[in-house]
Nanobody
Framework: QVQLVESGGGLVQAGGSLRLSCAASGRTFSSYAKGWFRQAPGKEREFVAA????????YYADSVKGRFTISRDNAKNTVYLQMNRLKPEDTAVYYCAASFSGPFVVAEKYYYWGQGTQVTVSA
C-alpha cells in the first residue's frame, strides 16, 4: 500500500524558513490529492494546505496564506511545503495526508497519513 513519510522538520528561529517534504512510496493505484496538517500539544489537528493531484487546485489556511507554499513533483512522488517567515505559533508536528479525491480542508476526508515531522520555531 501507499506509505507517506515526512521529512525536513527541525528547529528554526522566528522569521526563518523550512521546507518539508512528503514522499510517497509503495504501489500507487490511483491519483491522490495531498494535504498538510499540523498539531500542537494539547490542540486539535488543523488544516494547513492542500493540493490536487494536478496541482490545479490549492487551498491554504488563513493563518499561513502568504507565508507557506504547497507544491508537488509527481515524477518524484513528493509533495512539499515551503514555510517562510515562520512564527512561534507555527510550532507543531506537521503531517501529510492523501485522499483519492479532493483536495479537502478537513482531516476526516483523508485516509492515508504520514508519521509527522516536528517543526519548532523559537522566539
Amino acid at each position: 500500500q501507499v506509505q507517506l513519510v515526512e521529512s525536513g522538520g527541525g528547529l528554526v528561529q522566528a522569521g526563518g524558513s523550512l521546507r518539508l517534504s512528503c514522499a510517497a512510496s509503495g504501489r500507487t493505484f490511483s491519483s491522490y490529492a495531498k494535504g498538510w496538517f499540523r498539531q500542537a500539544p494539547g490542540k486539535e489537528r488543523e488544516f494547513v494546505a492542500a493540493i490536487s493531484w494536478s496541482g490545479g487546485s490549492i487551498y491554504y489556511a488563513d493563518s499561513v496564506k502568504g507565508r507557506f507554499t504547497i507544491s508537488r513533483d509527481n515524477a518524484k512522488n513528493t509533495v512539499y511545503l515551503q514555510m517562510n517567515r515562520l512564527k512561534p505559533e507555527d510550532t507543531a508536528v506537521y503531517y501529510c495526508a492523501a485522499s483519492f479525491s479532493g483536495p479537502f480542508v478537513v482531516a476526516e476526508k483523508y485516509y492515508y497519513w504520514g508519521q509527522g515531522t516536528q517543526v519548532t520555531v523559537s522566539a
